[in-house]
């Protein structure tokens, strides 16, 4: 491995551990907050200009979406079967923008006499997506559709510039 597959990896490992979760005892001060988002912003930047130097080809990223027709709202088959696609798309977008974008994880952790009482887990991604080509659309089953996309890097890099400057 060169250098530079080594920074890639080291700064990817980086990234997967500040979106990794926590317990949170207390709610946490809005500078260490801004802190935290700070650091990671820096690092999805760093990514980004891994990608840009590196000379190794860096594949596209594929993202799997699901839904099943019989819970689609709709007055027909058709109509559910058009839906369960949707469906499956966004969820598919959904997955994309969180390879891409990260995810965003807030946990909390009520703890009384050293039981836990309540422990809750909130994931959010917020994240534009542009330029995704779809793949392939497949019913997979009697009553589930699967939607397949994918970015490629060039698109990924333009995605991550915007997000670092409208942040």
Request: net charge neutral.
């Amino acid at each position: 491995m060169n250098n530079v597959s080594l920074t890639s990896m080291s700064l990817i490992t980086g990234m997967a551990l500040l979106t990794g979760c926590g317990h949170i005892y207390k709610q946490p001060e809005a500078s260490a907050i801004a802190a935290v988002e700070a650091s990671q912003t820096q690092t999805l930047v760093n990514i980004k200009d891994v990608f840009d130097t590196t000379s190794e080809n860096i594949p596209t990223v594929t993202a799997v979406g699901y839904a099943v027709t019989s819970t689609q709202p709709g007055r027909n088959e058709a109509q559910k079967r058009l839906m369960a696609i949707r469906s499956a798309r966004m969820a598919a977008m959904r997955d994309l923008a969180e390879q891409i974008h990260g995810l965003r994880v807030d946990s909390s952790t009520t703890v009384i006499d050293l039981i836990v009482q309540n422990d809750t887990f909130r994931g959010m991604v917020n994240g534009t997506i542009r330029g995704a080509r779809t793949v392939r659309i497949n019913p997979t089953g009697s009553d589930t559709y699967e939607v397949v996309l994918e970015i490629d890097r060039e698109t990924i890099g333009y995605l991550l510039k915007t997000a670092r400057t409208s942040a």
